[in-house]
């Protein structure tokens, strides 16, 4: 029999791998040379030797391993293997682990993933990184009731942030349906709470909506007196027409001025990765107002990759918040005009302000997808016409506003 100071002075001639002091009813205590201490129980099961590791010394003290040595003849005499009940449920549990909602929600990221788009990829698992694998994370799918989802989302709904919430409740019924195919669960408990959330209040992105004010805004481009290059964004993202984050990585590879026409390559478009890899190019059709502020402009980058480069390296775009800046310092605050409402801004009075303009070809060279194949057929280049009759009339009718000529009404020719 071992006693608490045997097992504390054993050590292990350095001639030998190993040195074990039995104890009693098939517990020993095995030393290394190194010094290294380890309990083991052994046993006969169908007449051949098997060992059970009970743990390391002192860590495990003499009266711990005996203790552990007799849990384990019980389960022998029971029937049971000891070593093979071990496995079993270190099996279980990694089972168990693998249907918490944070592993499901990995597993469907990951199979997700390819299709999204990196910025919807990243916002998904950031935001569940956030707000709800905190909170639900490590429980299993089927323990996870409409209340528990319900009091994770009231935490996000707190903080004020009600389009969030909603968007959190999406991704979580995502998790669960795709433990529904895959059988780690039998219901979408976030499908129960449709409607249980405050009332989310949408906020546009201001814009500048009248002709009158247009053409003051228009005036007051003019005679911005930052830098050159930066005049020119404001200029185009009004004639252009197009989301901020294009005009500002414009490339001048993309600009043909004699065929007076701007390509957008698709993967530079706001769409799916499978949209950007299999998707057209966006046409934007130049109006000679914007050839000419792109010939001026060319003078000052046309020797770079890039129509509006940072100032400060050159070798990336413009800044996201330059143009926002610059309409800050024309004396447009945030509530009153953005770099993305000048797109509201060309929308709202081609159809309110210009008649004869199809509405399906300003949704078109804003790059709204439209279903059905009259929304395809707008997107192939046969329809140029169209697209450049709207780009000159849209430019011209800027030249009057902000001439002060009359505003309403206009007709396209």
């Given at each position: 029999?071992?006693?608490?100071?045997?097992?504390?002075?054993?050590?292990?001639?350095?001639?030998?791998?190993?040195?074990?002091?039995?104890?009693?009813?098939?517990?020993?205590?095995?030393?290394?040379?190194?010094?290294?201490?380890?309990?083991?129980?052994?046993?006969?099961?169908?007449?051949?030797?098997?060992?059970?590791?009970?743990?390391?010394?002192?860590?495990?003290?003499?009266?711990?391993?005996?203790?552990?040595?007799?849990?384990?003849?019980?389960?022998?005499?029971?029937?049971?293997?000891?070593?093979?009940?071990?496995?079993?449920?270190?099996?279980?549990?990694?089972?168990?682990?693998?249907?918490?909602?944070?592993?499901?929600?990995?597993?469907?990221?990951?199979?997700?993933?390819?299709?999204?788009?990196?910025?919807?990829?990243?916002?998904?698992?950031?935001?569940?990184?956030?707000?709800?694998?905190?909170?639900?994370?490590?429980?299993?799918?089927?323990?996870?009731?409409?209340?528990?989802?319900?009091?994770?989302?009231?935490?996000?709904?707190?903080?004020?942030?009600?389009?969030?919430?909603?968007?959190?409740?999406?991704?979580?019924?995502?998790?669960?349906?795709?433990?529904?195919?895959?059988?780690?669960?039998?219901?979408?408990?976030a499908r129960d709470?449709?409607?249980?959330?405050?009332?989310?209040?949408?906020?546009?992105?201001?814009?500048?909506?009248?002709?009158?004010?247009?053409?003051?805004?228009?005036?007051?481009?003019?005679?911005?007196?930052?830098?050159?290059?930066?005049?020119?964004?404001?200029?185009?993202?009004?004639?252009?027409?197009?989301?901020?984050?294009?005009?500002?990585?414009?490339?001048?590879?993309?600009?043909?001025?004699?065929?007076?026409?701007?390509?957008?390559?698709?993967?530079?478009?706001?769409?799916?990765?499978?949209?950007?890899?299999?998707?057209?190019?966006?046409?934007?059709?130049?109006?000679?107002?914007?050839?000419?502020?792109?010939?001026?402009?060319?003078?000052?980058?046309?020797?770079?990759r890039l129509v509006?480069?940072?100032?400060?390296?050159?070798?990336?775009?413009?800044?996201?918040?330059?143009?926002?800046?610059a309409l800050r310092?024309?004396?447009?605050?945030?509530?009153?005009?953005?770099?993305?409402?000048?797109?509201?801004?060309?929308?709202?009075?081609?159809?309110?302000?210009?008649?004869?303009?199809?509405?399906?070809?300003?949704?078109?060279?804003?790059?709204?997808?439209?279903?059905?194949?009259?929304?395809?057929?707008?997107?192939?280049?046969?329809?140029?016409?169209?697209?450049?009759?709207?780009?000159?009339?849209?430019?011209?009718?800027?030249?009057?506003?902000?001439?002060?000529?009359?505003?309403?009404?206009?007709?396209?020719?």
């Open positions: 029999m071992l006693t608490e100071v045997a097992c504390k002075n054993a050590t292990c001639p350095p001639d030998q791998k190993r040195r074990r002091l039995t104890d009693s009813a098939g517990l020993y205590l095995e030393v290394s040379p190194s010094g290294s201490k380890r309990w083991f129980w052994k046993f006969y099961p169908d007449g051949k030797e098997s060992r059970l590791a009970l743990g390391s010394y002192p860590d495990v003290s003499l009266k711990a391993a005996r203790l552990a040595r007799d849990d384990a003849r019980k389960e022998r005499q029971a029937g049971a293997n000891p070593v093979q009940a071990r496995r079993v449920k270190k099996l279980a549990a990694a089972a168990s682990s693998a249907v918490t909602f944070e592993a499901v929600a990995r597993e469907y990221h990951a199979l997700k993933a390819e299709d999204w788009s990196d910025t919807h990829s990243a916002q998904w698992l950031r935001c569940c990184e956030k707000d709800l694998f905190p909170w639900i994370g490590a429980l299993p799918l089927r323990d996870i009731s409409a209340p528990l989802l319900l009091e994770a989302l009231r935490r996000v709904e707190s903080r004020g942030a009600t389009q969030l919430v909603r968007d959190l409740r999406e991704f979580a019924g995502q998790v669960f349906r795709h433990g529904i195919r895959t059988g780690k669960c039998d219901s979408d408990p709470l449709v409607g249980a959330f405050k009332t989310h209040t949408v906020k546009h992105m201001a814009a500048v909506l009248e002709p009158a004010r247009a053409g003051e805004l228009l005036r007051a481009i003019e005679g911005y007196s930052g830098q050159p290059s930066t005049r020119a964004a404001l200029q185009l993202s009004a004639l252009l027409f197009q989301r901020p984050g294009n005009i500002r990585s414009l490339e001048w590879a993309w600009i043909d001025l004699d065929k007076a026409l701007l390509t957008i390559p698709s993967e530079a478009m706001k769409r799916t990765k499978a949209g950007k890899v299999n998707g057209r190019p966006h046409f934007v059709p130049l109006a000679t107002q914007a050839v000419a502020i792109l010939r001026d402009l060319a003078k000052l980058t046309g020797h770079g509006f480069p940072s100032l400060r390296t050159g070798q990336k775009p413009m800044s996201e918040n330059t143009i926002n800046a310092g024309l004396g447009y605050s945030s509530d009153q005009m953005t770099a993305h409402g000048f797109r509201a801004m060309a929308r709202t009075i081609m159809v309110e302000h210009i008649a004869g303009i199809d509405p399906d070809v300003i949704e078109a060279q804003l790059a709204h997808s439209k279903s059905g194949p009259l929304g395809a057929a707008y997107d192939r280049a046969e329809f140029m016409e169209k697209r450049k009759q709207l780009m000159q009339v849209w430019a011209d009718y800027l030249d009057r506003i902000k001439a002060g000529g009359q505003v309403v009404p206009f007709k396209a020719a």
